[in-house]
């Protein structure tokens, strides 16, 4: 199984970006985002199952949406109207039943 994460990079405060998590070796039920601050705990940024239904964390609602192609098995991350709070490394991750497998990570940093 690997994860292979793209799009991350240095933007300013208002700009969007989109992340890539390319999924091989199996079929997943649930992938997701994830996203660790310097110095913060890794957090939840936002989940979507295989049919589609999708969950967010409280400090990205309303401005990132997360999607997949399940034909491509990859999923994506749009995030609009980014934030200094936002700077992260972004981690994908993707399960099926109680084995869950992680992406490298990719870093995300907005400028003020």
């Known amino acids: 199984v690997q994860l292979q994460a793209s799009g991350g990079g240095l933007v300013q405060a208002g700009e969007s970006l989109r992340l890539s998590c390319a999924c091989s070796g199996s079929i997943f039920i649930v992938m997701a985002w994830y996203r660790q601050a310097p110095g913060k705990q890794r957090e939840l940024v936002a989940r979507?199952?295989?049919?589609?239904?999708?969950n967010y964390g409280d400090s990205v609602k309303g401005r990132f949406t997360i999607s997949r192609d399940n034909a491509k098995n990859t999923v994506y991350l749009e995030m609009n109207s980014l934030k200094s709070e936002d700077t992260a490394v972004y981690y994908c991750n993707a399960a099926m039943g109680d084995v869950a497998y992680w992406g490298q990570g990719t870093l995300v940093t907005v400028s003020s």
């Open positions: 979507i199952s295989r049919g589609g239904s999708t």
